[in-house]
Every structure is written in structure tokens, then in C-alpha cells.
């Protein structure tokens, strides 16, 4: 049924330029920081493409936007969606891709006059960022009860106005609480955000899931001697012990599946050419989609650590700054993802995201799962950030066949029982 149906990709292109338009900045790219005027103006564009296709809009107390087409029979909604706040110096396929995509899905199911069975929705989540509030992923962690009403306002920002205040500055946010709705799945159609799919000339990331993070510190003490005067069997050198961590990093990176290990931060005491370095600061990042790796790369590390510190005679001090589990994607929608694809005659490899997403988040409340389109020379969180119309128009359709298959079988989670089930209220 409806194989023949594509989305009309010049019609998204100029909907991703009208958006672009606002926030935007004189080197190409948008400044819509969560919460900002240019976010909400950029929220009331969508809110207004929302309703001119006829979909009803609920708004949220925190500003989540979500517009919704019905079914033949009510139910568990299969729900897309992205954002369209950016960093300060974003792109405009950041976000903007999945919430606008989504809507021309919308678009084009009412000019074929397709009912689905269940009802089908787009969502723009409010602050995936986390640039100017933090934590990122607000927006989809309040829905999923995270984060309450009380403890979202009250987030102080970088330039000290509260996320509060900000709302009452904006006539936007509802108080709707998406009572009685039902998600019955999350799928986001997004730009990659790195390289892989562009070198190796693929359309479609099949995207499985989100890697974990760790983020160890470590503070070495060591003495300083000269550098001349002083033999290499008497030195206490927290300078040769970091070096030695950042070269492990590397070997873990290729002794363990799929991980990847980072020294990006070191610095050195007192950082001069002739003393053997007292102190040593590093961080280490530690990134694996599989937890069970993740922990023993993170052991491994600190096992490194203790013996090659003990050999020097350097002191240790070690703290865990973050842990972010893996997520696994649903495997069911991951499936009809792929088949889709090849269906519609396009590349696709499955792959892991290596940044955090809404559909990380929202797969705690329902089956959920992610659909990448490449992004030129990996480039993101920049203004040069580009992806063709082409290759949005491939992932848009993607995202029409995934969602009409989803919105003829989706079973889903009351949104308001979720809640009361885990103990969570947003208000
Ligand atoms: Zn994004």
C-alpha cells in the first residue's frame, strides 16, 4: 500500500530555508538559543505550518510543541520529531530536519488523503541543546518526567535569567500535559553529525543506538627536580605518567570493540622546559554503545593508572565527572527502518550515534529509534553545517514509510499511566 508515495523534497527545501531565515546569522548559520525570541519565532513558524495542515497543536508547559493527525481509531500515536533551537553558532539542518521532515510527511499523506490507522504526530522539543540552559535534552526529559516544572524553571543560564522568567516573558508555553496521550513510538529523522555516511557515500544511517559516555579526571602528584641533575630511576614524573595514560587511551581504543578513549584535556606543573612536571591534570573520555565494554575499558584504565603511577611514585586522584549509559534502539523499528530503505532503492548501514539525541531519552518512555542523514565533511555545531536536498528528501521519505508502517501497528504507553507507574509528575 502507498509504495509509490515520496514526499516533495523541493518543498521541504524551501520550508528548511524559511526556517533558516529566522535567528539567522550574516556568516550563514542561525543563533536560536533555547528560550531566546528567535527560538520562539522559530517555534511559532512550526506552530503555524502545524496548524495550516490541519493537525490539532498541544503545547506544554515548558513550550514542547506537538501537532497530531488523527487515526481511524484512536490510540498509541506514532510520533516524529526533532528541534529547531540550535548552539550559538549553528547550523540550519541541526534539529530543523527532523521537525520539518516531519511535517512534510504530514504534508504529503493529506494531498494523497491517507487516513492511517493510528494517529501520527510531530514533535519540536524545547531545548535539546543545553547551550544556553543546561541540561541539554530538557524538552523530552520533562516529558518523560525527569525533570518537573518546578526544577526546569528554576535552571539559571549563561547569562543569569532563569529558564522561569524566560517563559514568562513568552506567551508560548501551554499547560497541556499531554493527559491521555499515547506514544507509541519516537522516530527521528536527523543530520549524522560526523563523517561516516559521506566517506563512505551512504544515504541512510540505520541508527541503532547511542554510545555511552564516561569522563574520568585525573589529578597525578609527582615532584618537581631538574630536568638535567636528577636521574631517571629517582624521578617522580606525573609529566611521564600522563603521557603513558593518553598512549593506553589509544590501545584501548583498539584492543575493545567499538570503543573509543581520549585524553582532550592535559595540563602540566609547573610546565617548563627544564623541571620534571610535579603535577598532572587529564581527562579521560571513554565512549562504547555496549555498557558491559564501557566498564571494562574503564577499568582497564584505572588499572593502568595504579600500577604505572605506583611505578613512578606519583599519587593518584581520580573522579567520575560523567556517566551516560548506552541506549539500545528498539529493534523492531530499527528493522523497519532498514527494510524501508531498501525498498525505496537507497544506501543504508546500520550505525551508533556518537551525540546525544531527544530519541535517547524518549526511549525510556516508549519503542524508539533514529534515522541519519549524511552530513558534509562530518561538520555540525558550526554555521558551514550542510546536507543536500537530495539526501534530506531520501531520509524524509524514509521517514513517510517507517512512520506509515509504525501508524498502522503500533501498540504504545499511555503517557499519563507511564507516569503514575514510575512515580513521576511533571507538575
Ligand atoms: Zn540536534
Redesign the pocket.
Known amino acids: 500500500m502507498h509504495e509509490s508515495l515520496r514526499v516533495n523534497g523541493s518543498r521541504l527545501e524551501r520550508r528548511l530555508e524559511e526556517l533558516a531565515r529566522i535567528g539567522a546569522l550574516e556568516s550563514g548559520g542561525v543563533c536560536r538559543l533555547a528560550f531566546s525570541p528567535a527560538d520562539k519565532a522559530g517555534r511559532n513558524y512550526v506552530e503555524g505550518r502545524m496548524r495550516s495542515l490541519g493537525l490539532e497543536v498541544r503545547i506544554d508547559a515548558i513550550g514542547n510543541l506537538m501537532g497530531i493527525r488523527p487515526g481511524r481509531e484512536p490510540g498509541p500515536v506514532a510520533v516524529c520529531g ?2 529547531t533551537d540550535t548552539v550559538g553558532t549553528g547550523g540550519r539542518y ?2 530543523a530536519t527532523g521537525v520539518l521532515a516531519g511535517l512534510e510527511v504530514m504534508e504529503t499523506l493529506n494531498e494523497a488523503g491517507i487516513t492511517t490507522q493510528r494517529p501520527l504526530a510531530v514533535i519540536s522539543f524545547v531545548n ?2 543545553g547551550a544556553r540552559f543546561m541540561p541539554d535534552m530538557m524538552g523530552s526529559l520533562f516529558v518523560r518526567g525527569d525533570l518537573g516544572i518546578g526544577q526546569a524553571r528554576a535552571v539559571i543560564g549563561i547569562d543569569g535569567t532563569s529558564v522561569g522568567s524566560n517563559l514568562d516573558d513568552d506567551t508560548f508555553p501551554g499547560s497541556d500535559d499531554f493527559h491521555g496521550f499515547s506514544f507509541g513510538s519516537y522516530l527521528e529523522l ?1 543530520i549524522e ?1 560526523g563523517p561516516v555516511l559521506e566517506s563512505e557515500g551512504i544515504q541512510i544511517g540505520v541508527v541503532e543506538g547511542v554510545q555511552g559516555i564516561r569522563w574520568i579526571e585525573l589529578n597525578l602528584e609527582g615532584a618537581a627536580a631538574h630536568a638535567g641533575a636528577t636521574p631517571i630511576e629517582m624521578r617522580r614524573d606525573a609529566g611521564y605518567v600522563a603521557g603513558a595514560i593518553a598512549q593506553y587511551a589509544r590501545r584501548l581504543s583498539l584492543e575493545i570493540d567499538a570503543q573509543r578513549a581520549t585524553v582532550g584535556f592535559l595540563s602540566l606543573y609547573p610546565n617548563l622546559v627544564n623541571v620534571v612536571a610535579e603535577q598532572a591534570r587529564l581527562t579521560v573520555d571513554l565512549r562504547n554503545p555496549d555498557s558491559a565494554r564501557l566498564g571494562e575499558a574503564e577499568r582497564r584504565l584505572h588499572d593502568f593508572v595504579e600500577q604505572t603511577a605506583a611505578l613512578e611514585r606519583v599519587r593518584v586522584r581520580s573522579e567520575k565527572r560523567v556517566d551516560v549509559a548506552p541506549v539500545v534502539f528498539d529493534a523492531r523499528i530499527v528493522g523497519i527502518v532498514e527494510a524501508k530503505a531498501r525498498v525505496l532503492g537507497v544506501s543504508s548501514r546500520r550505525m551508533i550515534s556518537g ?1 546525544g ?1 531527544d530519541a535517547q531519552i524518549m526511549a525510556g518512555l516508549c519503542p524508539a529509534a533514529m534515522i541519519f542523514v549524511p552530513s558534509s565533511g562530518g561538520i555540525s555545531h558550526n554555521v558551514r553545517e550542510y546536507t543536500s536536498a537530495a539526501d534530506i528528501e531520501c531520509g524524509a521519505n524514509v521517514l513517510l514509510h517507517t512512520l506509515l508502517e509504525l501508524g498502522a501497528s503500533n501498540s504504545g504507553t499511555d503517557h499519563a499511566k507511564f507516569m503514575q507507574f514510575n512515580g513521576l509528575t511533571s507538575f
Open positions: 526533532s528541534h541541526d534539529g535539546e541543546e536527523h553529525q551525540a539525541h
